[in-house]
């Protein structure tokens, strides 16, 4: 499994910006995707994850903010990110949770990042 990701980029603060992250391989089923971030000298944080079963869970900082929304027959998952600050600047990693069919073991994949600055 494979992810790739686009939509980072620059926006000034109260912009909005779209990120995407979309499954590539074969014989898998998704259990969870989300996205992650990581500033500059900081640890990397949750950002939005959403469940095969689409349950959502935000971090507080951008809770009413951002929505993550998951298309499970695409394979691809999308962060919708509403009145963005500068303290939004980072690195966002999209990750998938899944496994191959007929299997319980689940394995974690990540993106390569896209980064996202936001301007004040």
């Known amino acids: 499994v494979q992810l790739q990701a686009f939509g980072g980029g620059l926006v000034q603060a109260g912009g909005y910006l779209r990120l995407s992250c979309t499954a590539s391989g074969s014989g898998f089923t998704i259990e969870a995707m989300g996205w992650y971030r990581q500033a500059p000298g900081k640890q990397r944080d949750s950002v939005a994850t959403?469940?095969?079963?689409?349950?959502?869970n935000y971090a507080d900082s951008v809770q009413g903010r951002f929505t993550i929304s998951m298309d499970g027959a695409k394979k691809t998952v999308y962060l919708h990110m509403n009145g963005l600050k500068p303290e939004d600047t980072a690195v966002y990693f999209c990750y998938v949770r899944w496994g191959y069919w007929g299997r319980t073991y689940l394995r974690e994949t990540w993106g390569q990042g896209t980064l996202v600055t936001v301007s004040s």
């Open positions: 959403e469940t095969g079963g689409g349950i959502r």
